[in-house]
Nanobody
Framework: EVQLQASGGGLVQAGGSLRLSCAAS????????VGWFRQAPGKEREKVSC????????YYADSVKGRFTISSDNAKNTVYLQMNSLKPEDTAVYYC???????????????????WGQGTLVTVSS
């Protein structure tokens, strides 16, 4: 059974950092693309960052480029999202999700992700 466990959220001041973790079970990261998504109150869910298991291709939303870094530790079967220079507009519930890797560097849309973890709340105070 595929399961994803997101953790690492919390309250941080603007300019601070947090590292989110997504622990995966029931599959190996080599075969899947894992993504981080977020949903702020009253807003639609958006794709933040993804990493492809087959070729380690990555994707970042424009709003987080240069501030967030996605990485994977295959030994721990865990994907991380390092978030630096946090802004109040980064406040949201963050989710991780997975889909079997398509290969060739393809990054799926959020609607193509099959497995979702529970969210972890990130609150950035001004």
């Amino acid at each position: 059974e595929v399961q994803l466990q997101a953790s690492g959220g919390g309250l941080v001041q603007a300019g601070g950092s947090l590292r989110l973790s997504c622990a995966a079970s029931g599959f190996t990261l080599d075969d899947y693309t894992v993504g981080w998504f977020r949903q702020a109150p009253g807003k639609e869910r958006e794709k933040v960052s993804c990493i492809s298991g087959s070729d380690v291709s990555t994707y970042y939303a424009d709003s987080v480029k240069g501030r967030f870094t996605i990485s994977s530790d295959n030994a721990k079967n865990t994907v991380y999202l390092q978030m630096n220079s946090l802004k109040p507009e980064d406040t949201a519930v963050y989710y991780c999700a997975a889909v079997r890797d398509y290969g060739l560097g393809y990054i799926p849309s959020q609607y193509e992700f099959d497995y979702w973890g529970q969210g972890t709340l990130v609150t950035v105070s001004s």
